[in-house]
């Protein structure tokens, strides 16, 4: 069982940065993936950026990309998410991730492939 508790959101104005923490519990099996997810209101939840957690490489969704950078810190168990130019349409709950079972690139932003999952972290930017 893992437990995953997300830090750091809050209220910004546009063009503003945040910086999103992760935290997991202890865990002894593999792990292949961590990401991050939002969910605004009405919308259904969507993939934004996910690390492997074995060799680090990084996957972006395009409406973040050069914007958000998605990062780890293995000996604290604990995924970050910096977030910067943030912008209103980026306003949503957001989610960490962690997948246990290995899977196709193609699906890394797909809820289904995660088992674990925080209990999310309010982010608003206002313009």
């Known amino acids: 069982q893992v437990q995953l508790v997300e830090s750091g959101g809050g209220s910004v104005q546009a063009g503003g940065s945040l910086r999103l923490s992760c935290a997991a519990s202890e865990y002894t099996g593999r792990r292949y993936f961590g990401g991050w997810f939002r969910q605004a209101p009405g919308k259904e939840r969507e993939g934004v950026a996910v690390?492997?957690?074995?060799?680090?490489?990084?996957y972006y969704a395009d409406s973040v990309k050069g914007r958000f950078t998605i990062s780890q810190d293995n000996a604290e168990n604990t995924l970050y998410l910096q977030m910067n130019m943030l912008k209103p349409e980026d306003t949503a709950m957001y989610y960490c991730?962690?997948?246990?079972?290995?899977?196709?690139?193609?699906?890394?932003?797909?809820?289904?492939?995660?088992?674990?999952w925080g209990q999310g972290t309010q982010v608003t930017v206002s313009s």
């Open positions: 690390i492997d957690t074995r060799v680090g490489s990084t």
């Open positions: 991730a962690a997948a246990t079972r290995p899977t196709y690139t193609s699906y890394l932003f797909l809820v289904g492939a995660y088992d674990y």
